[in-house]
Nanobody, 123 residues
Framework: QVQLVESGGGLVQPGGSLRLSCAAS????????IGWFRQAPGKEREGVSS????????WYSASVKGRFTISRDNAKNTVLLQMNSLKPEDTAVYFC????????????????WGQGTQVTVSS
């Protein structure tokens, strides 16, 4: 079955960096767009970044553009999210999700979700 497993979260000081990883299995990875989403306590889930099935198209939310970079390795069934210059407002549970389409960025585009990894930005 489709499985998505996030890793790489943790506690980091403001201005620091983290790299999240999403490991996928159970489906034809290169056919799927992959997205990263986050949800902070008391807030709705929001899109952070997404990447097309072939890695050519990317999307970033305005709040992370210029600080985060998404990439994928279809040979390893993995998507990475490099997060730099982290801010306290980036604190949230981060989820990766898969969409059986060439590209997507809205939560409704994605049908399969991981369990999430906690990112906390605090001094």
């Amino acid at each position: 079955q489709v499985q998505l497993v996030e890793s790489g979260g943790g506690l980091v000081q403001p201005g620091g960096s983290l790299r999240l990883s999403c490991a996928a299995s159970g489906f034809t990875f290169e056919d799927y767009a992959i997205g990263w989403f986050r949800q902070a306590p008391g807030k709705e889930r929001e899109g952070v970044s997404s990447i097309g099935h072939d890695g050519r198209g990317t999307w970033y939310s305005a709040s992370v553009k210029g600080r985060f970079t998404i990439s994928r390795d279809n040979a390893k069934n993995t998507v990475l999210l490099q997060m730099n210059s982290l801010k306290p407002e980036d604190t949230a549970v981060y989820f990766c999700a898969a969409a059986n389409r060439a590209f997507g960025y809205r939560p409704s585009d994605f049908t399969n979700w991981g369990q999430g990894t906690q990112v906390t930005v605090s001094s």
